[in-house]
């Protein structure tokens, strides 16, 4: 007992004398030295101490600063620019960098001792993530490249359904109903798409503006003065198909203040909420707090029963057609038992519903583009909230990302892969966000048909002799022919 006490103690003196060399190798000299030979207690006791001595390796990765040469020196401007700084590692929010390592830029409203920042989730010690953040938690250049896509698709979007407005408004044989459906339509989707104005060619003008009231109201407007006159165009087309009622014939004054009224209304709400801003994507819009309480909710509201209103109407005309054929061969049939050939009149019901198809199915398809746009877009933007919300309220998604951004030798592709799992889908952002943009090419391609241009035609042509006071004979090709 007294002798594995003695060298117990011997032991610890000796690896309190070699520590600093923390190697065996001096210590197994040491004891060689001294005739001691006991392997087992060295093995066993020097573990024990190392333990005791060296911290445990661990492979996970630790948000602690490394102490090195910079902490007994100024940090230089190029070791920032290297990346070579952990912001989380920063004590307290009052103390602020001079100079904020790529790509973060300076807050502007951080100042020493009052607490200020211009995020509360995106700056931290003076520094801020740039704006816009999409554009560096994706791959780099997709969301420029996406979005300025998609803003193009828009503006040209908006210069073909201006065109549309422009005819419907000029043309006079476009000035009464049902095209006066059509004309309204028209503006609305105009309102819808020319939000891409504000930020044709630099998205930032939209995306980083302090002030995105305009174009976010204009777009709030747009939206829901579109789909209540695609309710109207598919509340028309059932009413005249399968009642043979032309209820909005003369009612332009009630469908007006509705169709424009509402859409005033809920704009004016969102304003005086201060709920219109830019969160994601490319344009400015309701706020996450109230997105589906003043924007999706009141679209579904109108969309819904205006979709089932227009499964239903082509179910009857579906049912009437089928019945009438049924019915026109059986009433063969039995005259040519008989021997019997009347002439045969066509069935008046009938001949109203496909007339009716003839006159309007284009209003119709345009109605349901419309709101097979609206629904797509709803249901991404229900589909990604959660990931939305995420980014803006989770501390732990920022100082992941963060901390990847600063760490030296990793880059935005690199950090993406990291994150890329609580991020919205990027292709379905951007897929909504085209189609959304595709609107007014549905406009144009449905209704500038070739009697449109024969309308501007033959306006042209009146107006060429009013100007000239000529009696030359109209020629049919002077304008062009589609």
């Given at each position: 007992?007294f002798k594995k006490k003695s060298l117990l103690l011997i032991f610890t003196a000796l690896f309190t004398t070699t520590v600093a060399s923390h190697t065996k190798t001096s210590l197994q000299s040491s004891l060689k030295q001294l005739n001691i030979n006991q392997p087992d207690c060295l093995d066993a006791y020097s573990r024990y101490l190392c333990s005791k001595t060296y911290p445990a390796c661990q492979n996970t990765i630790t948000y602690k600063t490394n102490v090195t040469a910079d902490c007994l020196s100024n940090l230089s401007q190029d070791k920032i620019n290297?990346?070579?700084?952990?912001?989380?590692?920063?004590?307290?929010?009052?103390?602020?960098?001079?100079?904020?390592?790529?790509?973060?830029?300076?807050?502007?409203?951080?100042?020493?001792?009052?607490?200020?920042?211009?995020?509360?989730?995106?700056?931290?010690?003076?520094?801020?993530?740039?704006?816009?953040?999409?554009?560096?938690?994706?791959?780099?250049?997709?969301?420029?490249?996406?979005?300025?896509?998609?803003?193009?698709?828009?503006?040209?979007?908006?210069?073909?359904?201006?065109?549309?407005?422009?005819?419907?408004?000029?043309?006079?044989?476009?000035?009464?109903?049902?095209?006066?459906?059509?004309?309204?339509?028209?503006?609305?989707?105009?309102?819808?798409?020319?939000?891409?104005?504000?930020?044709?060619?630099?998205?930032?003008?939209?995306?980083?503006?302090?002030?995105?009231?305009?174009?976010?109201?204009?777009?709030?407007?747009?939206?829901?003065?579109?789909?209540?006159?695609?309710?109207?165009?598919?509340?028309?087309?059932?009413?005249?198909?399968?009642?043979?009622?032309?209820?909005?014939?003369?009612?332009?004054?009630?469908?007006?203040?509705?169709?424009?009224?509402?859409?005033?209304?809920?704009?004016?709400?969102?304003?005086?909420?201060?709920?219109?801003?830019?969160?994601?994507?490319?344009?400015?819009?309701?706020?996450?707090?109230?997105?589906?309480?003043?924007?999706?909710?009141?679209?579904?509201?109108?969309?819904?029963?205006?979709?089932?209103?227009?499964?239903?109407?082509?179910?009857?005309?579906?049912?009437?057609?089928?019945?009438?054929?049924?019915?026109?061969?059986?009433?063969?049939?039995?005259?040519?038992?008989?021997?019997?050939?009347?002439?045969?009149?066509?069935?008046?019901?009938?001949?109203?519903?496909?007339?009716?198809?003839?006159?309007?199915?284009?209003?119709?398809?345009?109605?349901?583009?419309?709101?097979?746009?609206?629904?797509?877009?709803?249901?991404?933007?229900?589909?990604?909230?959660?990931?939305?919300?995420?980014?803006?309220?989770?501390?732990?998604?920022?100082?992941?990302?963060?901390?990847?951004?600063?760490?030296?030798?990793?880059?935005?592709?690199?950090?993406?892969?990291?994150?890329?799992?609580?991020?919205?889908?990027?292709?379905?952002?951007?897929?909504?966000?085209?189609?959304?943009?595709?609107?007014?090419?549905?406009?144009?391609?449905?209704?500038?048909?070739?009697?449109?241009?024969?309308?501007?035609?033959?306006?042209?042509?009146?107006?060429?002799?009013?100007?000239?006071?000529?009696?030359?004979?109209?020629?049919?090709?002077?304008?062009?022919?589609?």
């Amino acid at each position: 007992m007294f002798k594995k006490k003695s060298l117990l103690l011997i032991f610890t003196a000796l690896f309190t004398t070699t520590v600093a060399s923390h190697t065996k190798t001096s210590l197994q000299s040491s004891l060689k030295q001294l005739n001691i030979n006991q392997p087992d207690c060295l093995d066993a006791y020097s573990r024990y101490l190392c333990s005791k001595t060296y911290p445990a390796c661990q492979n996970t990765i630790t948000y602690k600063t490394n102490v090195t040469a910079d902490c007994l020196s100024n940090l230089s401007q190029d070791k920032i620019n290297r990346k070579r700084l952990n912001i989380l590692a920063v004590p307290s929010s009052t103390e602020l960098l001079k100079d904020c390592p790529s790509p973060f830029v300076k807050d502007t409203l951080a100042s020493i001792g009052d607490g200020q920042t211009t995020d509360k989730t995106f700056c931290l010690a003076g520094c801020c993530a740039p704006c816009p953040l999409q554009n560096f938690i994706y791959k780099k250049g997709w969301a420029e490249k996406g979005f300025n896509a998609s803003n193009a698709l828009r503006f040209v979007s908006a210069i073909l359904s201006f065109f549309l407005v422009v005819s419907y408004l000029v043309l006079p044989d476009k000035r009464r109903h049902p095209s006066l459906l059509i004309l309204n339509l028209s503006i609305g989707i105009f309102l819808f798409s020319m939000t891409s104005f504000f930020a044709i060619g630099n998205l930032k003008r939209v995306q980083c503006s302090s002030n995105g009231i305009s174009p976010g109201a204009i777009l709030v407007f747009g939206s829901f003065a579109t789909a209540f006159w695609c309710s109207a165009l598919i509340l028309n087309l059932h009413l005249h198909t399968v009642w043979n009622y032309g209820f909005f014939t003369n009612r332009y004054v009630l469908l007006n203040t509705i169709c424009w009224g509402i859409p005033t209304a809920i704009t004016c709400i969102a304003i005086g909420l201060h709920a219109i801003k830019f969160e994601i994507a490319s344009l400015c819009l309701v706020s996450m707090e109230y997105i589906f309480k003043l924007f999706f909710y009141p679209l579904a509201a109108i969309i819904i029963p205006s979709f089932l209103v227009h499964i239903a109407t082509f179910f009857y005309i579906a049912h009437i057609a089928i019945r009438e054929g049924l019915q026109s061969d059986m009433t063969q049939s039995l005259s040519a038992a008989a021997g019997n050939h009347p002439d045969r009149q066509p069935a008046v019901n009938h001949r109203h519903i496909m007339a009716a198809v003839q006159i309007q199915w284009r209003a119709l398809m345009l109605a349901v583009a419309a709101i097979v746009t609206v629904l797509f877009y709803w249901l991404a933007y229900m589909t990604q909230m959660s990931r939305i919300t995420q980014i803006l309220d989770n501390a732990s998604f920022t100082a992941t990302w963060v901390h990847c951004m600063i760490t030296p030798e990793m880059d935005q592709d690199t950090c993406y892969e990291l994150v890329k799992s609580s991020l919205p889908s990027f292709p379905l952002m951007l897929s909504a966000d085209i189609l959304a943009g595709l609107i007014g090419f549905w406009l144009f391609i449905l209704f500038a048909k070739r009697s449109l241009w024969r309308e501007w035609n033959d306006l042209i042509y009146d107006i060429r002799l009013t100007l000239t006071g000529s009696n030359f004979k109209k020629n049919r090709e002077q304008f062009f022919t589609l």
